[in-house]
T-cell receptor
Framework: GAGVSQSPSNKVTEKGKDVELRCDPI?????LYWYRQRLGQGLEFLIY????????KSGLPSDRFSAERTGGSVSTLTIQRTQQEDSAVYLC???????????FGEGSRLTVL | GQNIDQPTEMTATEGAIVQINCTYQ??????LFWYQQHAGEAPTFLSY????GLEEKGRFSSFLSRSKGYSYLLLKELQMKDSASYLC???????????FGRGTQLTVWP
């Protein structure tokens, strides 16, 4: 596709349930990022993938959060046993190389009731 | 680690010039970015500085001083559509990871 694609665009879930958020980066982009943005806040770095290298997971807030990137393309962010404080917009971005600018998707808005 | 500081809010009038400052502290430096984010939308790239000096792109310019840990985004001939949050982002000692400031909410009045 022309841009970064994320799904679902909106997700409402109950506390304690697991959720999966998907990101399809721009074709050919080797770097992929996940960020979290709470209402009225800045972007909080979660995880970064670069090619076949081990991901930089240093931003994941707890062991309930995990992400994988299959075949160097599509990525899935999984949040287990969701909590109300997980409510936020989860933004995915990709870049052509690890030094390049980031192109963002429209985000997945997660609401945990 | 990185510490990025920018004002929370700014206001200006249509046609004016506004300068949004960003100061940072970092253990390494691999570039400073500015992004624009309209409410409810994804951030979009505006500019990139890795060397000291001014980068000009139409109505938008960005300046960097690495020795002072300082950057600014200059917006000229302001338009109503420029009302948005402006995010300063830093790539520190580790290539790839990009850290964002909390953003400056700019409101342009007619």
């Amino acid at each position: 596709g022309a841009g970064v694609s994320q799904s679902p665009s909106n997700k409402v879930t109950e506390k304690g349930k697991d959720v999966e958020l998907r990101c399809d980066p721009i074709s050919g982009h080797t770097a992929l990022y996940w960020y979290r943005q709470r209402l009225g806040q800045g972007l909080e770095f979660l995880i970064y993938f670069q090619g076949n290298s081990a991901p930089d997971k240093s931003g994941l807030p707890s062991d309930r959060f995990s992400a994988e990137r299959t075949g160097g393309s599509v990525s899935t962010l999984t949040i287990q046993r969701t909590q109300q404080e997980d409510s936020a917009v989860y933004l995915c971005a990709s870049s052509l190389a690890q030094a390049g600018e980031l192109f963002f998707g429209e985000g997945s808005r997660l609401t945990v009731l | 680690g990185q510490n990025i500081d920018q004002p929370t809010e700014m206001t200006a009038t249509e046609g004016a010039i506004v300068q949004i400052n960003c100061t940072y502290q970092t253990s390494g430096f691999n570039g400073l970015f500015w992004y624009q984010q309209h409410a409810g939308e994804a951030p979009t790239f505006l500019s990139y500085n890795v060397l000291d000096g001014l980068e000009e792109k139409g109505r938008f310019s960005s300046f960097l001083s690495r020795s002072k840990g300082y950057s600014y985004l200059l917006l000229k001939e302001l338009q109503m559509k420029d009302s948005a949050s402006y995010l300063c982002a830093l790539r520190g000692s580790t290539l790839g990871r990009l850290y964002f400031g909390r953003g400056t909410q700019l409101t342009v009045w007619p």
